[in-house]
């Protein structure tokens, strides 16, 4: 069978699992099998199944998932990161000071949990009700936190960075290294379109806010465990102390103390905590397995290698196809969340980038932000539907993707930036090397 032939007929057979409703690690799971026959008779497909499906579970690399994961739910159902927003709003004495400090606890909250969605859900449940109580418009209100969410999966650590990491076989501490820098430069364009939008709107945003002033216990407390839990991912992990999968264990126990000890965290939170990360990795690991099944069948048949060469073969500029890339992924992002599109695609999509001369580290990052697109666009825009449920019937989807515009221009112009300027992300892991 001809590596076309297994290209077009695993993307044809997915399309249509998935139009059919079924959930995508089975329809992952269920393309590749009849290709998997052509391989090896039925007997011995089912037991290289299993093996797959065993081998990403017993991954030690992988038990960084679901403590990471383990540790934004205890921060999401404790007061560590609702206080993070208060401290943040607080601090922030100028106009617009709820939506600037909405943007420091989005960026907080991302140095100690890599989702996306938990971001999203536990700053915006506390900041939306309160900052339209305020007096700010609703578009602003959900744009902002719904953008703010994404800082979660670029700054470090980041799941998506770390699937990316797992997928391409790249250092994870380098890629959370890279991410360092074009995620402060993320935050200081997200404070400019506040700025901005205060400017040409300014009845969006109130004249004065009332805050009240903590004392010094209360802003240990509340600043506290996030730094401490920030520093042991960081410092154990760029130092060379602790691999990802120990810094993130190290981490998710240090959170549970925390967490019970000045975060209000209570037994039965604890419990659910427990429930939902083994939800999330019900889903993740079969996502894992069948991913790892469907790349098993591409690597194969050599799908990956021959799409490069035939895609070389028209001598187009890098810059081009990186583009094509970029275009693709933002156009697939609004039908697929960024976990989905990482196991399908990107085993066919990094030896590409790499024959065309860029760097894993890089495009690491790259990817990263364009699948932060993907969590904004509609109509599967994770995050925008966070938001609005949060929302309670304040807030219309419409208005959450229109507030999300301004801030999804800020995400590709630091597209640009890094395409301009390579070194936003590769001087950091050089300095560190």
Known sequence: MEWYEVGIGLLALL??????????????AAASLPFLWQIQDFSTSLVSSELKLWGVWIDYILLAVPLFVFLGELIGRSNIGPNLYKFMHQGVRVRGSAAYGSIGACAGFGAVCGSSMVGALTIGGVALPEMIKLGYNRRLSSGVLAAGGTLSVLIPPSLILLFYGIVTDQSIGELFIAGIVPGIILISLFVLVVVVWGRLKPEDIPASESAMSMTI????FTIG???LIGLVITVSIYSGIATPTEAAAVAALLTVILAFAVGGLSRAGFVEALFATMR???????????GVLFGFVL??????QQFTELFLSFDLSPYLVLTIVLVFYIILGMFLEPVSMTFITLPTIFPLMHAAGFDLIWFGVVYTITMEIAVLTPP???NLYVIQGIGRGSVSIGDVIIGCLPFILALVTLIAVLILLPDTALWLPGVMR
């Open 15 to 28: 399309m249509l699992f998935i139009a059919f409703g079924l959930p995508i690690p089975f329809a992952l």
């Open 225 to 227: 465990p996030i730094l």
């Open 299 to 304: 690597t194969y048949f050599r799908v990956p």
């Open 217 to 220: 216990k209360q802003l240990s």
């Open 380 to 382: 599967v825009g994770l």
């Open 280 to 290: 999330t990795m019900g889903y993740l690991g079969l996502l894992l397995s069948a």
